[in-house]
T-cell receptor, first 109, second 113 residues
């Protein structure tokens, strides 16, 4: 989930498990959402996006779900691999882009 | 393509000094963004340009910060004078059009002593 404090929430999974990372966004008028992955020492990398007129979008091993009623976004990663270990951010867009605080995903072999 | 290029990768300076961060966006991208990342505040959008023109600078923290984009292949973010609370990683990103698929640079880690 999202953090409003100093510490990033952490999700620890075993290799091969499915991972679900959650995000609560703030602006009900936001019409576009993006998930980013950030590995240590690198800039964020685009993973998948979804527009507000959709409730689900699938990519390669990733699925994003959007629930506008409760302003909730989730990222599902299938068959999680050690290379998926990173911090994951959601971002909402309404005239400007606002990032969430991020969730750290740790995948152990 | 080399991707978004930022320099320097690391900068250590003393309080009160001027700091200039540089960014070369991906060729052909019309938008350029400057972000700041800290543990306390996460990723913050500072300013973005479209076709070299600043569009939204509402995220720039204060007058000590300024950004320019003199041409399509170069932008600077300047802090004068710098303060310890400016210590952060500063990212530059570019996109061809729209908000999707922003390509981020590797970042500049700034430490102000």
């Amino acid at each position: 989930g999202e953090s409003v404090g100093l510490h990033l929430p952490t999700l620890s999974v075993q290799e091969g498990d499915n991972s679900i990372i959650n995000c609560a966004y703030s602006n009900s008028a936001s019409d576009y959402f993006i998930w980013y992955k950030q590995e240590s020492g690198k800039g964020p990398q685009f993973i998948i996006d979804i527009r507000s007129n959709m409730d689900k979008r699938q990519g390669q091993r990733v699925t994003v779900l959007l629930n506008k009623t409760v302003k909730h976004l989730s990222l599902q990663i299938a068959a999680t691999q050690p290379g998926d270990s990173a911090v994951y951010f959601c971002a909402e867009i309404y005239s400007t882009l606002t990032f969430g605080k991020g969730t750290m995903l740790l995948v152990s072999p | 393509d080399a991707g978004v290029i930022q320099s320097p990768r690391h900068e250590v300076t003393e309080m009160g000094q001027e700091v200039t961060l540089r960014c070369k966006p991906i060729s052909g991208h019309d938008y350029l963004f400057w972000y700041r990342q800290t543990m306390m505040r996460g990723l913050e959008l500072l300013i973005y340009f479209n076709n070299n023109v600043p569009i939204d600078d509402s995220g720039m923290p204060e007058d000590r910060f300024s950004a320019k984009m003199p041409n399509a292949s170069f932008s600077t973010l300047k802090i004068q004078p710098s303060e310890p609370r400016d210590s952060a990683v500063y990212f530059c990103a570019s996109i061809r059009t729209g908000w999707d698929e922003q390509f981020f640079g590797p970042g500049t880690r700034l430490t102000v002593l």
